[in-house]
């Protein structure tokens, strides 16, 4: 399928990430075939160096994975195919050509996962912290992208993967950095936050489902991308405590530092999706025989738009309380 | 022809540049209807506060017009419709929030000449320099899009607009400021930088034009552009002295000024381009019927690769030297 989606730039990949690094150039434009049969995807993503990122929490080839990572899921959330991506870099003069090379080759790494070619970008200079900048584009059958806005009463809501583990992962690195003596855990832990993988092949199976499903990507938490769901499609969502499939390894933990991770922590990468209950056990069946996962955590419900967690004594409304990386969550 | 591009997003671009100003979200993705009679066109370019402006030479508002305007100006030179743009910006503490919707009110502004949508974008922190990266997408009829390798020996080279009015005003403004005490002539060189205007009209003619035409926009002046044009293609450019249109407003200034400004300068956003001789007088006819500017420049020769500069005691070789903002230029 990738074939059709044929690249056809007057710039060479090796150019924008080569020739131009470092060196302030690279306003290229660059050429692909269009496709009736399809709509495009595009999202573009920041992380900034000590807001999202800093040398001590990531290696710089997973600086690079990861800004790739986040906008690939968010393709991802929409059911999209990842084909193109472009960067764009400002560099501060703390980061070497080295670093900078292996920001790029992380992309690389990434990229390779679902033949993505770098179609283009632009490197500068700044004083300060370096940002990184990344576009994605991508494509789905034509109307079968999937939205935030089409959960209605009735749904069951479901989530891809286990969350958590990426706010637990970097609590670990601020407490001890980048070469911290880390039990095999604890390093899985780690790359949950510094490695997390989109849910590609998930959107693609939800994309391709035909039910109607909404869908969204748990990039700054579950409470947060949750309501977003809710405000989107004018519901309610309910979510059980027991059912949140946390990260293996914080199985251990205290129940309530493991909600804390997964409800107000971010970027595990998951999607957060709601269909209709009577489909939810064939999709379930389905991501089952292709060796996905797949987790019914709570339903939709009738009552005032937002979302709430139940346990067996209470249910209380989980604020869209976002995903701070560098401060105090309360 | 804008209606057959539809934009489908799932989010509204007020969402972008007004809720999720200075709070950090804006991670979603945007859909559009893709369409097999056209190629696509993406480009990214990124402003850096300090490098490529300061706040005493662009106004909040001018820094949005030409954050995308650099863009469409990469458009332009690939002969496309500019439809789409997504922004991210970085915001240091020294921004406050007006200033900010300013910058994107000047992005609405360029973008309604074009009837571009606001479609994506991203606003993070940062601490230091403000980032501005905008991705544009726009579209060319198949196998339409103008490239620099195709120029060959024999072409006439061209220019679509005059220069060294951008690099003459950025000096004004470096020395007298945004307040400074301007003549009408100045204030004139002043716009040039501050809100030059990409040759979309130009480029889509050039696009559309039954002939063989390489093409490029002067964004890093002249010569590096020229430079461009001769390498991607192997060939010679001899660009004449005293052809070189220059801005009206340093008409009256020395000629070795006017080169420096016109070859080293930069951000003109005038194509240059070439094509074969025997139809360079239809193409000038063609310009000047819409009311356009068009300007022979120079011929496409035999010999080394490279740019030559010729007057009538001498030529000399033009190195691709690149436009310092803020640094002497020599």
Known sequence: MKDEFAFISNISPEKTHQSSLLKGIGDDAAVYRGSSQFDEVVCVDTMVEGIHFRKDTLTPLQIGKKGLAVNVSDLAAMGAIPLFYLVSVAVSPSWNEQELREIYAGMEDLAKEYQMDLIGGDTVSTGDALVLTVTVIGRVEQGCARYRHT??????????????????????????????????????????????????VAGRLLANYSARISLNDISDGLASEANELAEASGVQLMIESDKIPFHPAIAQIPHQKQLEYALFGGEDFALIGTV???????????????????????????????????????????????????????
């Open 151 to 200: 959960a209605q009463v009735g749904d069951t809501v479901f989530v891809t993967g286990t969350v958590g583990g990426s706010a637990a992962g970097l609590e670990l690195l601020l407490q001890q950095g980048l070469n911290g003596d880390f039990t095999g855990e604890e390093q899985s832990l780690l790359l949950a936050h510094q490695e997390p993988m989109p849910h590609v």
């Open 276 to 330: 209709p209950s009577e489909q939810s056990d064939s999709l379930a069946k389905m991501f089952s025989e292709k060796g996905l996962f797949f987790k019914e955590i709570g339903s939709v419900l009738e009552g005032p738009v937002g979302v709430f967690l139940k346990d067996e004594h209470q249910q209380r409304k989980l604020e869209k309380q976002g995903y701070n990386h560098f401060q105090k969550r309360g």
